[in-house]
């Protein structure tokens, strides 16, 4: 199956949001991920759902709702309005997972679950049957432009093995540092969708550097 391509939103020049996001349209990606930084989970602040409102009107893309926020129980409803395909909370955000993941579902959107790169993937394993995805951190969340953390190639193939050990169809995700360099590397882990920031918006032709990741 073919890899999933995911722009990162963080990445783009905001001072041209609608031209940035509607030519993604025509492109070999599919989902739009929004980088959602409260300043307390991560060291940074990013944008929340005033801006995904002006988002969701220019794209074709489906959403990847990526919330970097402490107990997001609080914000799930807010962001489900914009009937994302995807919901991620991260583990390390949350007190009660479980209820949180059913909380995202109630919605009818799709639960994703983000892990830091410390994080081990035995922390999802009773779980992982109620996950539509894990986003696996290959960064320390906070910041776009980031180098892709090398260890976390072994937590990728260890997650994909265990997913189909278990007869799963839970998708893996892979947020931070992906570039057409390592996609190849990443995909061969088990990887289902490659999460792209600086590489895609910071290259001379965003369709090409889509392109080139979905074909790498
Ligand atoms: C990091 C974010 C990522 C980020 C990826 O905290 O979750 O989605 O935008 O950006 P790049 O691709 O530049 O590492
Ligand atoms: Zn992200």
Redesign the pocket.
């Known amino acids: 199956m073919s890899v999933e391509i ?1 722009p ?4 783009a020049d905001f001072g041209a949001l609608s031209r940035e996001v509607s030519q993604l349209n025509s492109t070999k990606a599919t989902l739009l ?1 929004l ?1 959602v ?1 409260d300043g307390s989970f ?1 060291p ?1 602040i990013s944008f929340g759902p005033v801006v995904i409102e002006s988002v969701a009107k220019e794209t074709t893309l489906d959403l990847d709702i ?1 919330l ?1 926020i402490e107990d997001p129980d609080r914000y799930i409803a807010d962001y489900a309005k914009f009937s994302p395909k995807y919901i991620s909370v991260h583990e390390e955000a949350c007190r009660h997972l479980d209820r949180s993941i059913d909380y995202i579902k109630s919605f009818n959107v799709m639960a994703g679950v ?1 892990i830091n790169p410390h994080t081990p993937i035995s922390h999802l394993s009773e779980i992982l049957h109620k996950i539509d995805l894990v ?1 696996v ?12 953390i090398p260890y976390t190639l072994e937590k990728i193939s260890a997650l994909r093995a265990l997913i189909n050990h278990k007869g799963l169809s839970t998708k893996i995700e892979v ?5 057409a360099a390592n996609a190849a590397q990443i995909k061969a882990a088990g990887a289902d969708i490659l ?8 290259a001379p032709d965003v369709p090409k550097a889509i392109e080139a990741l979905h074909d790498a």
């Open positions: 995911a990162s939103l963080l990445a991920h980088d930084m991560v940074n990526h970097m983000a986003c951190m290959s960064v320390n969340p906070g910041f776009g432009g980031q180098r892709f947020d931070g540092g992906v570039t999460v792209a920031g600086s590489s895609v918006f910071k």
